[in-house]
């Protein structure tokens, strides 16, 4: 099994694009620099390999670079705002902050939900039962701030999923999949609208092209009410990653297209058996 994340191969980008990205990567690497000896100094648990943190960054610049339309000076603005946004917010530190974690487990409680397995391009697959998330119970435990501190710890975990399957199939993966399931939703998760304002401004800001897939299962009748008032602030990139599957056998189908069927629990079609709950891989 390989044991490190595969070497970012500039030769793969054209030309004009090479050129860029060493324009961004030079104008960038005391920024980066400094960044590394601030990550080092953390100290964390899990301790930064320099080599390999030098071939993320790469596939950082690239991402970024692709989601700024290769546009050199907002992608270098783009890149130093989110490095300082990490270090204002302990972006680094959140995986290990044991309150933190502690938070997670409540929320995965109220919000049925599972880290399970991966689709057939290998991107780290997440589960959620949206329809049944508890809104009252969560916002009478946690404050928005607290919630998006625990979206930003999910895209952490996400990136960290990516970052070890990289290392287990020898290709690099980058991004993450996502299954909402829908079933049950009611107008009352509206309430989550500026929670999800604010998430969706931290995906597209220092988070970009880390969604692969998104698919919406099960949607109610209140569906086109809820998409009417969400999309708004949705990037046009991002829309075109998101697939709503209706009710009925075709969603099963459709899931399978994307995801083995070892890879799914039994309620969407698939025959995970690997789950210590399984059949039951999403208990609510």
């Avoid at 670079?65 to 705002?81: D, F, G, P």
């Avoid at 909402?180 to 500026?194: N, Q, S, V």
């Avoid at 995801?259 to 698939?270: A, N, R, V, W």
């Amino acid at each position: 099994m390989t044991t490190t994340s595969p070497l970012f191969d500039i030769n793969a980008l054209d030309a004009e694009h090479q050129n860029k990205f060493h324009t961004v990567y030079n104008e960038l690497k005391p920024n980066h620099t400094s960044y590394l000896q601030y990550k080092l100094n953390l100290q964390l648990k899990n301790k930064v390999n320099t080599e390999e943190e030098e071939n993320e960054w790469c596939y950082e610049l690239h991402r970024f670079l692709r989601a700024r339309k290769w546009n050199v000076t907002h992608t270098i603005k783009s890149i130093r705002e989110m490095i300082q946004w990490r270090i204002d917010n302990h972006v680094d530190l959140i995986l290990e902050d044991q309150p933190m974690i502690l938070r997670m487990h409540i929320i995965r409680k109220m919000a049925p939900s599972a880290h399970h397995g991966y689709t057939k391009a290998g991107q780290p697959l997440f589960i959620e039962k949206f329809g049944l998330v508890h809104v009252d119970k969560l916002f009478n435990r946690f404050t928005s701030e607290e919630l998006i501190q625990c979206h930003i710890y999910w895209l952490e975990f996400c990136c960290q999923r990516a970052r070890e399957r990289s290392r287990q199939l020898g290709k690099h993966v980058e991004n993450f999949a996502t299954i909402y399931d829908l079933h049950a939703c009611r107008l009352e998760l509206t309430k989550f609208l500026h929670v999800f304002k604010q998430s969706v401004h931290i995906d597209d800001n220092f988070y970009p092209e880390r969604l692969g897939q998104m698919f919406l299962i099960n949607p109610p009748m209140i569906f086109p009410i809820l998409w009417d008032l969400a999309k708004y602030w949705l990037d046009p990139v991002t829309k075109t990653k998101i697939h709503v599957i209706k009710k009925g056998p075709e969603t099963s189908t459709a899931l399978l297209q994307h995801i083995d069927s070892d890879q799914l629990p039994h309620e969407y079609g698939g025959t995970c058996h690997s789950c210590p709950t399984a059949p039951n891989c999403i208990p609510v």
